[in-house]
Each structure stands twice: as structure tokens, then as C-alpha cells.
């Protein structure tokens, strides 16, 4: 892989990570056992008994104690589990969360954030004091786009105060902070191993004690009759390896905070006045979400491409669309500016060599876009 | 392709003999194979295609749908990856109900299907629909005469297994299939088990929803698909919301290795479909003799002729399978379908073939796969004979 990486420079983490060594050996090993889960043979009982191993892994890295870790197909369903499965009546959603929690609880109630991209608290508060029944709460731990990183320990506690029910997507986050369910005194928290060196496929809602949570998917009763389906438990054991790995990884963090720096020193040198969205907020240690003036993302992304850097123009679902950020526009960014916004995101395997190449491109890039007038303005909306 | 030889060579056993294959398959070598690039050398988003390897994962992505929809007959812009047959079943039966709405009330079904369409339909019957769960004939077949007295234009859906978990009964789908066209009702078949094992056309079928599962067929788990019929158009309510993946109907990064697991393993069942099938059943009538003639008042549950190759599914009166079940760990088989094998009640498609629960107790079911041999049949044999004719003396 190493030897793909050198020639294609991946910076594109947020989107999917590879597969960390550890998570392939793991999944190899895992591949090798047959049966169903289910089953009350010896093949069942083994895969049943390295489910439950996992699961206590996991949730050991997250530190959800005595909360119920359901398996999922991923990031998008957990979010879905948890804001369908909530029988509150009203939702209340942050103005920057992931599609899949934007689409799935369509008339809930927004709360906005300022323009270094952090939920007001103030807002939140007032909005929870008019409601006459307890509410969900869901806010993502760290955007995908921005990486900023919201006060989620805060939000428990006004939500708290109103008896309301908080669900934190914490799909960005894994791996990439100190992540840990109990301190952030969240009620949900959905997971997902894919951006973090885990597998596809695979996710997790976990689900504090007592609380009450209509299953969606129904069927065969697994997963405390919360997730019908035959589990996963290849990709359940690359969830479990990767969780394992981020665990105690400041090391790992710490350098990929290193060249993060390089990475953005490298373009301010450039670009001394460059656009950094969220930079002055807490943030996510491998995100850049980067302004070049002038120059439309998605030719940017297309030019980056050709010199061998892949990196993504907001987030990757809807990157086959082109559609203004609706994260950007909630930090009061105009659609001109969100639409010379590209996402750059690395991660483990990243090398220095990428980050010299990708802040070489764009740079060179840029000094293309100024001068020359090959602007590219986004139609008005 | 690998050749499977009925005679088999003289290599040692391994235990415990796995004759579970109902319940899950192992993953093909060859499946495997295609899948492990796109664990680790080829990383991508199949959703970012803004670069080069999110277009190769995508790519990867298409090439297996195309694999799916062949096997069916279908057009590969009529195939929805999901994470398996429980989400695909869920899909269909509350996608259909709740973008049709109350146009049309009823929905029919058996009383032998897979629990999470029974559980799905038990959901829908909760918010207001009228729900049939149909009696099927002893032999496990849904009668053409029972549904036809039972559909009318005030169905929505028609659900019925394809072929089953637990008794490997086969549908006359072809017929159930022309009774809802008649009725303008749609035809939702489960055919996780199925899929590979039989021929299937959905065309000819008239089926216009269909759900598949991965690691029924020597696929990985985690990834299922469902067929949605374009031509007249189906249209289903999205359940799983968020960035709008698989063409809006089920949003969620996809898994480029477990789409190209599937696909593959769509692929390989299809070339076996030739010739394994003939392999299955020498083999499965093999062990029905062999039991048979050891115990002659064995009880065979479901129909012989319309059945799955690979499936037999036996009582021994006055005996519980737990019972043969703790007797035997070096054979892995089963009572009832796994998801509820934790529990210990009865099979319920077995009591709703009119058995009484003493026989739905003692029903074990054997599920023979690509990788059994003769040896494990003939060793199988002489082991549960022998166990059955000792708790009998006891």
C-alpha cells in the first residue's frame, strides 16, 4: 500500500481511511471462523463469543461503560436508528450535521452556529425551555467538513437540565480525539470504523442503559432485538481491531497533527491571508477545509486529481452533486466562497511526502487561478 | 471455476463437520480474493468520485451490481446494495407501504416466512394495515387456490419466501407471481436462500421486488441486495436516510469490498448453477436414505420434489433435537433457523405444517453446501443413527 500512497496522495481521510494493518490481520483471522452467530453449534458459539469481545473493546475505547453497543451497518443507519428509534416529538438538530441526520429528522427544530462553526448554546437552551414535552437533541462531536468540534459535554447538560434525550454523531471523531461516551454524558452514540482504518459496512449505535429506543430494522431479534440481521462479525472484528488501535494512539496523533501544521504553514506561506474555515474553533487534528480564491472546487478537485492528489469538495456523499456546503453557509460563508472551499484530511498512513506534494500542487494551483483570470465564478444561486 | 467431485478424495475430516449452510456459508476462497484489494490497496470512498480512487471503488461497485442483476435476470439499475436480506425485506414490505399509503390495505404473506418479514408485517398491521398471514399445505407449499381466494384489489403486496430457511421448500413462484399481476398487486419474494441455489428470472416470474443476501451464498455478511423493478416502475419510500446513495433509496457509504463480495459470489453461483445443484441433492438424498433406512419412522419435514438441493429437515418421534443436538459436536446442524436458535421454543414452520409441537421439537435441519463431501455425509449418517438408536434404548 505503502507503494500506492507514494504515487497517489491520499488526502481524502474523512471521506474513508485505509485499512490499518492491524484491522487486515485481524479481519483475516476472523475470515477463516464460519457460522452464524446465531447458531448454538461450536461454529456459532465461537463467532458468538469473539461478537462479545468485540463489543466490550469497543466499547471500552469510547468509554461507554454499562451502555449497549448495537451493531449497525454503519455510520448513517445508527444515525438513522437513533433519531427514528427516539419517540420524542420533537427533535431538535444542529445546522451543521451530516446529511444522514439533516435528511432523516427533516422537521426538527435547527439550532444554529456561529461563524467559527460552534453550536449556540444560548439558542439550544432557549429553544429546549419553550418545549412543553422532553426533546431529542442531536450534535455531531466533529464535523466532517470543517472538523470543528462542538462542546457536546455542555450540550448534555442544558439538555439534561430539560429532561431531554442527546444523540451525538460520533462517526469523525473516532480516532482522531480523546473520545469518551461517559464524559460527554451523551444518551446515543453513533460510530462507525471506516473513517478511522476500520471497515466499511459496519457501525454501531451505542445506547446508554434504560433508555428506551424503538428497533427499525425487525426481524430475527439479534442485537437485544434493537437490530435484526445476521451480524457482520468480519467487519465487526476490523471495527473492534481499529477501536483497539485508536485507543491509546497519541503518538499517532500527535504526528498527524504535526504535518497538519506543515501542511497549512506551507499554504499560508503561499497564501498569507488563506481562508481556513473553523481554524480559530477547537478542530479535529487532520482536517483542512481550505478557500483557494477564485478557482471553483470542483476544478480544483479535478486538477488535484490529475497531479495525483485526491482530496474531496465537501463531503463525499453528495460529491457526485454539486451543491454549496450547507455546513459553510451555516458559519455565514457566501456560496462564493463555499464553492472555492475543498477538503483536504489525513490520517494514519499519511506520509510527509504527501503533504509536500499536496501543499506543492495547490499552491501551484493557486498561483494558476490569480493571475492568469482563469476564474471560474459559480453561477449566483 | 473449481471442480467439486461427488466421489471426493480420502482426505481426513475436519471438525466439526459444518452442515449449517441454511444458517450461513463460508466465504469462497475465490470470493475472497477479488474482495481483499479493496481492503487495503485500493482504499476509496465509492461515493467521493471527484478522484482516482473513489472512480475505482465505484467502478468495482458497478461491475459487481452488474454480477447481481445477472443472476436474476434483472437490469443493474434495478439492484439496491443493503446490509443484508433483514434490511432488504424491511425495505420492500415498509418502503411499498408507506409511498402507496392507503391506496391499497392489505397485505398477504404465510405463516412460514422468515421472522423478519413476519416481524416487518406485524410493524405495518401496528400502524393500520390488514395483514394475511396465510396457511401454506403440509408439504410447506403456498396453495395457488389459497391465495387466489385471498387476493384482491385491495392488495398492496404479495411476500412469499422464495425458498425456505428452515424446510427448503421451493415456491411456485411463476404462479403466485401471475395471480398479482392479475390483481395488480406486487410480488415481494425473499430469495436470500435461494438466489444461486435455483434458477430465478424475474422476469418470467413477474416478481417485482426481490431480496438477496450475501452470505447465504458463499458471499461475505453485512451486504444484501434488493431488486426494484424499473419497467412498469416500482417506487418504495427510502427507510435509511442521509446522503442519498443508491440512486436515494438507501443512503449510507457502501462497502467496496462487500459489494464486490457479493457480486462474486453472484458470479460464481451462477456458472455452479450448471452442475451443483445435481451434486447437492445426490448428496442430500445420500443422507435421507441413509437415516431412512436406519430409522424407517424418521419424519421428513416440506416437500421432497420442490425443495432446495442442499436442505433436509428431520424429526425421530420421542426425541428432542437438543437432544441429538448436545449428543453430536462434531457435527454442526441445527433446530430451527439461527436467528432464534438462541431460544428454545419450537419452530414455528414446523407447527404451521400441522405437526404437533412434540414433532416441531424434535425437527433438526441439515443444510449441505459447496464445500461438503461424501465423507461428511457418510460419517454423518453413521453418527446420528447411532446416537438416535441410543436415546432410544435408553
Known amino acids: 500500500m505503502a507503494k500506492i500512497l507514494k504515487q497517489n496522495h491520499y488526502l481524502d481521510y474523512n471521506a474513508s481511511a485505509p485499512l490499518r494493518p492491524s484491522v487486515v490481520k485481524a479481519m483475516n483471522n476472523a475470515m477463516s471462523l464460519v457460522g452464524n452467530p446465531s447458531s448454538v453449534h461450536k461454529h456459532g458459539r465461537e463467532i458468538r463469543k469473539s461478537l462479545s469481545a468485540a463489543r466490550t473493546v469497543i466499547s471500552n475505547a469510547v468509554g461507554a461503560g454499562s451502555s449497549k453497543v448495537v451493531f449497525t451497518s454503519g455510520g448513517t443507519e445508527s444515525n438513522n436508528l437513533a433519531l427514528h428509534g427516539c419517540k420524542t416529538s420533537t427533535t431538535l438538530v444542529s445546522d451543521i450535521e451530516h446529511d444522514s441526520v439533516m435528511v432523516a429528522a427533516k422537521n426538527a427544530i435547527r439550532i444554529p452556529v456561529n461563524s467559527r462553526g460552534i453550536i449556540d448554546l444560548v439558542k439550544l437552551e432557549a429553544i429546549l425551555s419553550q418545549q412543553a414535552t422532553p426533546a431529542l437533541v442531536s450534535v455531531m462531536l466533529a464535523n466532517n467538513e470543517t472538523g470543528v468540534i462542538q462542546p457536546l459535554r455542555e450540550v448534555s447538560s442544558i439538555a439534561h437540565k430539560y429532561h431531554s434525550v442527546v444523540h451525538c454523531d460520533g462517526v469523525q471523531a473516532l480516532g482522531k480525539l480523546e473520545l469518551n461516551m461517559d464524559l460527554l454524558n451523551v444518551d446515543l452514540l453513533s460510530l462507525s470504523p471506516h473513517k478511522a482504518g476500520g471497515p466499511k459496512g459496519i457501525g454501531a449505535l451505542i445506547i446508554s442503559d434504560g433508555l428506551d429506543l424503538e428497533p427499525q430494522l425487525v426481524g430475527g431479534g439479534q442485537e437485544f432485538s434493537l437490530r435484526a440481521g445476521t451480524e457482520n462479525f468480519v467487519s465487526v472484528t476490523g471495527f473492534a481491531a481499529a477501536c483497539a488501535e485508536v485507543r491509546n494512539n497519541s503518538q499517532e496523533m500527535e504526528r498527524i497533527l504535526n504535518m497538519r501544521h506543515q501542511l497549512e504553514n506551507k499554504l499560508k506561506q503561499a497564501v498569507p491571508n488563506v481562508q481556513i474555515h473553523g481554524s480559530q474553533s477547537p478542530r479535529l487534528i487532520n482536517t483542512t477545509c481550505v478557500r483557494m480564491q477564485g478557482l471553483a472546487a470542483e476544478t480544483q478537485v479535478i486538477a488535484m486529481d490529475l497531479a495525483g492528489v485526491s482530496v474531496s469538495a465537501g463531503s463525499a456523499c453528495s460529491s457526485g452533486k454539486v451543491a454549496t456546503s450547507h455546513v459553510l453557509k451555516a458559519m455565514g460563508l457566501s456560496s462564493k466562497v463555499a464553492n472555492q472551499t475543498i477538503r483536504m484530511s489525513i490520517g494514519w498512513a499519511t506520509t510527509k511526502a504527501d503533504i509536500e506534494h499536496a501543499a506543492r500542487t495547490w499552491i501551484a494551483l493557486q498561483e494558476k487561478a490569480q493571475p492568469t483570470e482563469f476564474l471560474q465564478e459559480q453561477p449566483a444561486e | ?394
Open chain 2, 1 to 394: 471455476m473449481t471442480t467439486y467431485s461427488i466421489t471426493g478424495a480420502a482426505t481426513p475430516l475436519n471438525f466439526p463437520i459444518y452442515l449449517d449452510n441454511q444458517s450461513t456459508t463460508a466465504t469462497d476462497p475465490q470470493v475472497l480474493e477479488q474482495m481483499l484489494p479493496f481492503f487495503i490497496a485500493k482504499p476509496g470512498n465509492p461515493h467521493s468520485d471527484g478522484h482516482k480512487f473513489g472512480k475505482e471503488a465505484m467502478d468495482a461497485v458497478e461491475v459487481a451490481r452488474n454480477q447481481v442483476a445477472n443472476i436474476i435476470g434483472a437490469d443493474p439499475r434495478e439492484i439496491i446494495f443493503t446490509s443484508g436480506a433483514t434490511e432488504s425485506n424491511n425495505l420492500a414490505l415498509k418502503g411499498l407501504a408507506d409511498f402507496y399509503g392507503s391506496k391499497r390495505n392489505q397485505i398477504i404473506t404465510t405463516q412460514t416466512e422468515h421472522k423478519c418479514v413476519l416481524e416487518t408485517c406485524k410493524r405495518l398491521e401496528a400502524s393500520g394495515y390488514e395483514i394475511l398471514f396465510l396457511p401454506v399445505q403440509k408439504s410447506g407449499l403456498l396453495a395457488t387456490e389459497t391465495l387466489d381466494s385471498a387476493i384482491s384489489d385491495d392488495t398492496l403486496v404479495v411476500s412469499v419466501m422464495a425458498a425456505h430457511n428452515e424446510i427448503g421448500v421451493v415456491q411456485k413462484l411463476d404462479q403466485i407471481g401471475a395471480l398479482c399481476k392479475k390483481w395488480g398487486a406486487f410480488f415481494h419474494t425473499d430469495a436470500a436462500q435461494a438466489v444461486g441455489k435455483i434458477p430465478l428470472d424475474v422476469k418470467a416470474m413477474n416478481i417485482d421486488l426481490m431480496s438477496i443476501s450475501g452470505h447465504k451464498i458463499y458471499g461475505p455478511k453485512g451486504i444484501g441486495a434488493l431488486y426494484i423493478r424499473r419497467r412498469p416502475r416500482v417506487r418504495i419510500k427510502p427507510q435509511i436516510d442521509g446522503g442519498g446513495q443508491e440512486r436515494g433509496m438507501r443512503s449510507g457509504t457502501l462497502s467496496t469490498p462487500l459489494c464486490v463480495g457479493l457480486g462474486e459470489a453472484c458470479g460464481l453461483a451462477l456458472e455452479a448453477l450448471q452442475s451443483e445443484p445435481a451434486r447437492l441433492l445426490a448428496l442430500r438424498n445420500r443422507l435421507c436414505r441413509g437415516i431412512m433406512s436406519a430409522i424407517p419412522d424418521t419424519l421428513v419435514h416440506g416437500d421432497l420434489q420442490l425443495r432446495l438441493p442442499g436442505n433436509l429437515n428431520i424429526s425421530f418421534p420421542g426425541i428432542n433435537s437438543d437432544q441429538i443436538m448436545s449428543a453430536t459436536p462434531d457435527i454442526a446442524f441445527s433446530s430451527g433457523s439461527a436467528c432464534t436458535s438462541n431460544s428454545i421454543e419450537p419452530s414455528y414452520v414446523i407447527e404451521s405444517l400441522g405437526c404437533t409441537e412434540q414433532e416441531a421439537r424434535g425437527a433438526i435441519r441439515f443444510g449441505l453446501g459447496r464445500f461438503t463431501t461424501v465423507d461428511e455425509i457418510d460419517y454423518s449418517i453413521d453418527r446420528i443413527t447411532n446416537i438416535v438408536s441410543s436415546l432410544r434404548a435408553e
